[in-house]
């Protein structure tokens, strides 16, 4: 049996696919997460409500310690997020799906670490890859499956937020080599990274960004457009629960703590 976490936002945790399922509020040292427990083909599914009950909390607000701290918790070993994004790279479209592989992070007030207590002392990760290479294959795998258009790679900026960018930082974070742009991938990966769980992304492309779009950006805009990829993210993730092949990437993201005595709840 696998256990499974499937990060996400609105609609991927409708009704219907969690009939069956337990809502729980499961308290950590940073707060409270909201999950939602269940069994789905076999293997144990833990959906996690990023953005709160009624998606209420910002995407600088979220409690990405919290919410990664109760999926360790629960003894999951498999992370799949969803999110949003803006596109910089032409070739990456609305509703188009990316199994991105590496990101930029342009955060800056979100605490990005389980390592800043005296208890836990000095721990400095690897991040290299930061999405976990067999999971990320399992995805690929699955998405070959489908009618979905999708990037087998892809570079995450994560920004600040609430405001969505302006142009010019567009522009910036398309010489740096930026494919797409978000707000709730980071410290999330990282923190998935730091707990010894296997993690990855995949996003779903809403629209052109900042400067490349024709018109402004609405948050509405945002929301139509994802209205529109639920289907097929609903069908992606229940493939990817079922998916039972195996894989050949290998992954050392169990043991990548190891050097600071492992990670420890
Ligand atoms: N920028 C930042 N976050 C986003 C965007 C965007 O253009 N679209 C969806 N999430």
Same mark, same amino acid.
């Given at each position: 049996m696998r256990k499974i976490a499937i990060i996400g936002g609105t609609g991927i945790d409708n009704p219907k696919t969690l009939q069956g399922f337990e809502k729980r509020v499961i308290e950590t040292p940073?707060?409270?997460?909201?999950?939602?427990?269940?069994?789905?083909?076999?293997?144990?599914v833990i959906f996690v409500s990023r953005?709160?009950? @009624?998606?209420?909390v910002p995407p600088h607000k979220?409690?990405?310690?919290?919410?990664?701290?109760?999926?360790?918790?629960?003894?999951?070993? &498999?992370?799949?997020?969803?999110?949003?994004?803006?596109?910089?790279?032409? &070739?990456?479209k609305a509703g188009h799906f990316v199994v991105c592989d590496n990101v930029l992070d342009f955060t800056k007030s979100r605490i990005s670490t389980f390592y800043d207590s005296p208890e836990r002392g000095v721990a400095h990760c690897d991040f290299t890859?930061?999405? /976990?290479?067999?999971?990320? &294959?399992?995805?690929?795998?699955?998405?070959?499956?489908? @009618?979905?258009?999708?990037?087998?790679?892809?570079?995450?900026?994560?920004?600040?937020g609430p405001r969505f960018e302006s142009a010019a930082e567009i522009k910036m974070y398309a010489m740096l080599g930026g494919d797409l742009v978000g707000m709730?991938?980071?410290? &999330?990966?990282?923190?998935?990274?730091?707990?010894?769980?296997?993690?990855?992304?995949?996003?779903?492309?809403?629209?052109m960004a900042a400067g490349i779009s024709p018109t402004p950006l609405s948050h509405?805009?945002?929301?139509?457009?994802?209205?529109?990829?639920? @289907?097929?993210?609903?069908?992606?993730?229940?493939?990817?629960?079922?998916?039972?092949?195996?894989?050949?990437?290998?992954?050392?993201?169990?043991? /990548?703590?190891?050097?600071?005595?492992g990670f420890k709840l």
């Open positions: 940073y707060g409270k997460a909201l999950c939602n427990i269940g069994m789905m083909s076999g293997n144990q953005h709160g009950v @009624d998606h209420s979220v409690n990405y310690r919290a919410n990664i701290w109760a999926i360790k918790s629960l003894g999951t070993e &498999e992370v799949f997020a969803t999110t949003a994004v803006g596109s910089i790279n032409p &070739e990456m890859y930061p999405y /976990c290479p067999a999971l990320r &294959e399992k995805v690929i795998k699955c998405l070959e499956k489908t @009618d979905i258009t999708f990037h087998k790679q892809g570079v995450y900026v994560c920004t600040e709730t991938n980071m410290p &999330e990966s990282i923190l998935a990274r730091e707990a010894e769980l296997c993690y990855t992304n995949c996003s779903i492309v809403t629209n509405s805009e945002v929301c139509e457009a994802m209205a529109q990829s639920i @289907d097929n993210m609903q069908k992606l993730i229940l493939a990817f629960i079922a998916y039972d092949e195996p894989v050949e990437a290998k992954c050392g993201c169990h043991s /990548c703590m190891k050097e600071f005595g």
